[in-house]
């Protein structure tokens, strides 16, 4: 028999030989808690990320690996950012600016307010604002058009 099989069977005789109770080891009181309060439900505290980031020309500002709108009178400034699990707070000098449902990494949360008026079709694709766009574009430059499409193809 190997010698740690030996003392292993030498501790576990003198416990049953002991009638004293003894406390259990800080390994395994750490390890009930946490799986009593796992089963109770109890939630996990949400540890923020705190950061600064800086809004971007396109009015969007990263926080960890995703890309959230800011307004546009905020551009090239240094904001405060405050981001849990759930939601996205920016700050600037301590007042809240823009709040954002958290994103997954790669992921885009864009508000059409916060962008230029000019810049909305480009930035937020809606393919009715685009067909309209490109239907006034047909009336401006109508003749050309007709003359194209009536040529028959062949």
């Given amino acids: 028999m190997p010698k740690h099989g030996a003392e292993a069977r030498c501790r576990d005789i003198a416990r049953e030989a002991d009638p004293r109770p003894r406390p259990p080891s800080a390994r395994s009181r750490c390890s009930t808690r946490g799986r009593a309060a796992a089963a109770a439900g109890s939630p996990v505290y949400d540890v923020p990320i705190f950061m600064q980031v800086k809004v971007h020309r396109n009015c969007?500002?990263?926080?960890?690996?995703?890309?959230?709108?800011?307004?546009?009178?905020?551009?090239?400034?240094?904001?405060?950012?405050?981001?849990?699990?759930?939601?996205?707070?920016?700050?600037?000098?301590?007042?809240?600016?823009?709040?954002?449902?958290?994103?997954?990494?790669?992921?885009?949360?864009?508000?059409p307010e916060d962008l230029p008026t000019?810049?909305?079709?480009?930035?937020?694709p809606n393919w009715y604002r685009l067909a309209d766009t490109c239907a006034g574009q047909v009336r401006a430059s109508g003749s050309t058009y007709r003359k194209a499409t009536a040529a028959p193809v062949g």
């Fill in 60 to 111: 969007h500002a990263e926080v960890a690996r995703a890309l959230y709108s800011i307004p546009g009178q905020w551009i090239g400034s240094v904001l405060e950012v405050r981001a849990d699990s759930a939601l996205v707070k920016f700050y600037a000098r301590g007042n809240l600016v823009k709040v954002h449902p958290r994103q997954p990494a790669g992921g885009r949360r864009t508000d």
């Fill in 118 to 124: 000019e810049k909305v079709g480009y930035a937020m």
